[in-house]
Antibody, heavy 120, light 107 residues
Framework: EVDLLESGGGLVQPGGSLRLSCAAS????????MSWVRQAPGKGLEWVSA????????FYIDSVKGRFTISRENSKNTLYLQMNSLRAEDTAIYYC?????????????WGQGILVTVSS | DIQMTQSPSSVSASVGDRVTITCRAS??????LAWYQQKPGKAPTLLIY???NLQSGVPSRFSGSGSETDFTLTISSLQPEDFATYYC?????????FGGGTRVESK
C-alpha cells in the first residue's frame, strides 16, 4: 500500500524559508513522478510543482518559480520542496502526491498533508 | 494557462439520486482529465482519469465522460459516503489546473 508522509511544515514569517519532506513507501519510488499540490484554507486545489522519476526535469506554477525548488533523493525514497521568500499567499496545506504512469499527469496517491502558515 | 470551470458550484441531493457535475476547459485537452473527491479534513482521492477510466477500488456508480472541452462526472445512485466536494483537473499541459470544485450536499 502506498504511503506518503509529509513533514517540515509550520509557522514562518514572511520572507522566511521552510523545507518540506515527503517520505514514500509501498511502491518503487525511483520509477514514479511526484508532485506537490496545495490548498489554501477554505479554498480549492492548486498544483505547485512536479518532478520526473529521475529528477532530471522539474515543473512549477508561475507564482513559485524562483522561490520554490522541488527535488528528490531516490536512495532515501524522499521528496522535498524547498520554499524560500515565503509570502502570506503561500499559506496552505501542502500535499505530496504520486503521479500515475502513462503520460497522464494524474495524482493517484496523496499524503495526509502538512500545514504551512506564513504570518508575522 | 488552461482554465477549468465546474458547474454547479454546489448541488443538493438525496441518497439514491443521480448527480451530474460538469467541467469545461478553456481549450481542447483531448481526454486528459481527472476527477477527485475530497471529504472535509481529508486529502483528495482520485476517482477517474483519462476522462472515463475508473481508478482501481472506486465504486462503479461513478463514471466520467467527455472529450476536448466538455466533461461530465456522474454518480448514478448517490450514497451517504458520497457527500463531498469534487474537483476536475486537466493533465494536458503545464501548469496543471483544477476546477473550482462542486460541493455535493444533503437535501
Amino acid at each position: 500500500e502506498v504511503d506518503l508522509l509529509e513533514s517540515g511544515g509550520g509557522l514562518v514569517q514572511p520572507g522566511g524559508s521552510l523545507r518540506l519532506s515527503c517520505a514514500a513507501s509501498g511502491f518503487t519510488f525511483s520509477t514514479d513522478g511526484m508532485s506537490w499540490v496545495r490548498q489554501a484554507p477554505g479554498k480549492g486545489l492548486e498544483w505547485v510543482s512536479a518532478i520526473t522519476s529521475s529528477g532530471t526535469s522539474t515543473f512549477y506554477i508561475d507564482s513559485v518559480k524562483g522561490r520554490f525548488t522541488i527535488s528528490r533523493e531516490n536512495s532515501k525514497n524522499t521528496l522535498y520542496l524547498q520554499m524560500n521568500s515565503l509570502r502570506a499567499e503561500d499559506t496552505a496545506i501542502y500535499y505530496c502526491t504520486k503521479v500515475g504512469r502513462g503520460g497522464n499527469m494524474r495524482f493517484e496517491s496523496w499524503g495526509q498533508g502538512i500545514l504551512v502558515t506564513v504570518s508575522s | 494557462d488552461i482554465q477549468m470551470t465546474q458547474s454547479p458550484s454546489s448541488v443538493s441531493a438525496s441518497v439514491g439520486d443521480r448527480v451530474t457535475i460538469t467541467c469545461r476547459a478553456s481549450q481542447a485537452i483531448s481526454t486528459w482529465l481527472a476527477w477527485y473527491q475530497q471529504k472535509p479534513g481529508k486529502a483528495p482521492t482520485l476517482l477517474i482519469y483519462a476522462a472515463s477510466n475508473l481508478q482501481s477500488g472506486v465504486p462503479s456508480r461513478f463514471s466520467g465522460s467527455g472529450s476536448e472541452t466538455d466533461f461530465t462526472l456522474t454518480i448514478s445512485s448517490l450514497q451517504p459516503e458520497d457527500f463531498a466536494t469534487y474537483y476536475c483537473q486537466q493533465a494536458n499541459s503545464f501548469p496543471v489546473t483544477f476546477g473550482g470544485g462542486t460541493r455535493v450536499e444533503s437535501k
